[in-house]
C-alpha cells in the first residue's frame, strides 16, 4: 500500500513563491511516474505537472510553464513542487499521485491522465490573494 501526503500549502500574495512536498511510503516510490494536480472550488482537478521515473522527462499544464518546477527524489520517496510568481488562478487543492509500478521500459514515461494514476494524496490547500 502507497500511502502519499502532501505539505507545504499556505495562504500567500500574488507573485510569492511556495513548495510543495510529497513524502511517499512504501517502496514503489522509485518506480513510479509522479504527478500533481489541483481543484479549484467548483471545478474539476486538472493536471498540474508530471515527471518520470528517470527524472528524465516531464510536462505541464500551460498555464503554469516557466513558473512552476516539478522534482523528484528517489533517495527520499519525495516528491516537489516549486511553484513561482503565483496568481490568484494558482489557488486551489494541490494534490500528488503516484502510478502503479512501472518496468524499466516505461522509466521515461509521465502521464497527463488522471487515470493512469493509482494512489493520491489528501491534497493541501494554497490560496493566493491578490
Known amino acids: 500500500q502507497v500511502q502519499l501526503v502532501e505539505s507545504g500549502g499556505g495562504l500567500v500574495q500574488a507573485g510569492d513563491s511556495l513548495r510543495l512536498s510529497c513524502a511517499a511510503s512504501?517502496?514503489?516510490?522509485?518506480?513510479?511516474?509522479m504527478g500533481w494536480f489541483r481543484q479549484a472550488p467548483g471545478k474539476e482537478r486538472e493536471f498540474v505537472a508530471a515527471i518520470s521515473v528517470s527524472n528524465f522527462n516531464s510536462g505541464y499544464l500551460d498555464s503554469v510553464k516557466g513558473r512552476f518546477t516539478i522534482s523528484r527524489d528517489n533517495a527520499k520517496n519525495t516528491l516537489y513542487l516549486q511553484m513561482n510568481s503565483l496568481n490568484s488562478e494558482d489557488t486551489a487543492v494541490y494534490y500528488c499521485?503516484?502510478?502503479?509500478?512501472?518496468?524499466?521500459?516505461?522509466?521515461?514515461?509521465?502521464?497527463?491522465?488522471?487515470?493512469?494514476?493509482?494512489?493520491w494524496g489528501q491534497g493541501t490547500q494554497v490560496t493566493v490573494s491578490s
Open positions: 512504501g517502496r514503489t516510490f522509485s518506480t513510479s511516474a
Open positions: 499521485a503516484s502510478s502503479a509500478p512501472l518496468s524499466f521500459f516505461r522509466r521515461n514515461d509521465y502521464y497527463r491522465n488522471q487515470r493512469e494514476y493509482d494512489y
